[in-house]
């Protein structure tokens, strides 16, 4: 939506107005004018009336915007995968969300670490998971689901299929094989001689 927000000042001589957001200048004058605003535009505004010939001489007024609606998503998967993953491999998937109220997120697999503020970045909330490969994984996705009473917003981490996982059994009887026929070779020619 649209919103215009007014500051009015009285004065003599007539202050000047000035409005700001994270110490940013936007405008000069009474009106801020706020178009399609987003969840960028929450924040603390801040009217400045001030008189140019004395510089000491100041007032302010505090805005804070909150912007409601439903979450928004961002995911990460990390390691990243230049080809295919394997059955079995580790994965740490991780969903950020904001929204206003705050969103709770959820997943599909048990074992996610609570919603929690992300540090340094105002408005957003993350949760991750770390979770072992399945080929089920692969067929149906892992979801991440961002909710709060103004709506939900759901993300699926695909894998795409899984290579084998490599059988660490049949390398070790392999191993242990080879060995002993090794051994036996030793043993064969010591005999002979």
């Known amino acids: 939506s649209n919103v215009d927000i007014t500051c009015s000042v009285q004065g003599l001589p007539t202050p000047a107005l000035r409005w700001t957001k994270?110490?940013?200048?936007?405008v000069d004058?009474?009106?801020?004018?706020?178009?399609?605003?987003t969840f960028n535009s929450a924040g603390t505004y801040v009217c400045e009336a001030y008189t140019p010939t004395v510089s000491l001489l100041s007032r302010?007024?505090?805005l804070k915007l909150l912007v409601e609606g439903s979450p928004e998503i961002k995911e990460e998967i990390f390691p990243q995968a230049e080809g295919?993953?394997?059955?079995?491999?580790?994965?740490?998937?991780?969903?950020?969300?904001?929204?206003?109220?705050?969103p709770k997120l959820t997943?599909?697999?048990?074992g996610g670490s609570p919603t929690e503020p992300v540090p340094g970045v105002p408005g957003w909330v993350r949760?991750?998971?770390?979770?072992k490969l399945t080929n089920a994984m692969s067929q149906h996705g892992v979801s991440c689901e961002a909710s709060n009473p103004l709506g939900t917003t759901q993300h699926v981490f695909h894998f795409g299929s899984l290579t084998?996982?490599?059988?660490?059994?049949?390398?070790?009887?392999?191993?242990?094989?080879?060995?002993v026929g090794l051994l036996l070779l030793v043993v064969a020619a010591f005999y002979c001689m």
Do not use: F
Request: glycine share 6%.
């Open 164 to 179: 084998p996982q490599t059988s660490q059994a049949g390398v070790a009887v392999m191993a242990v094989a080879v060995s």
């Open 29 to 37: 004058g009474p009106t801020l004018s706020l178009s399609a605003i």
């Open 127 to 131: 949760s991750s998971l770390t979770l």
């Open 60 to 62: 302010t007024r505090v």
């Open 107 to 110: 997943w599909s697999e048990k």
């Open 84 to 102: 295919s993953r394997r059955e079995g491999e580790e994965v740490r998937l991780t969903c950020s969300a904001r929204g206003y109220p705050e």
């Open 22 to 26: 994270d110490a940013v200048r936007l």
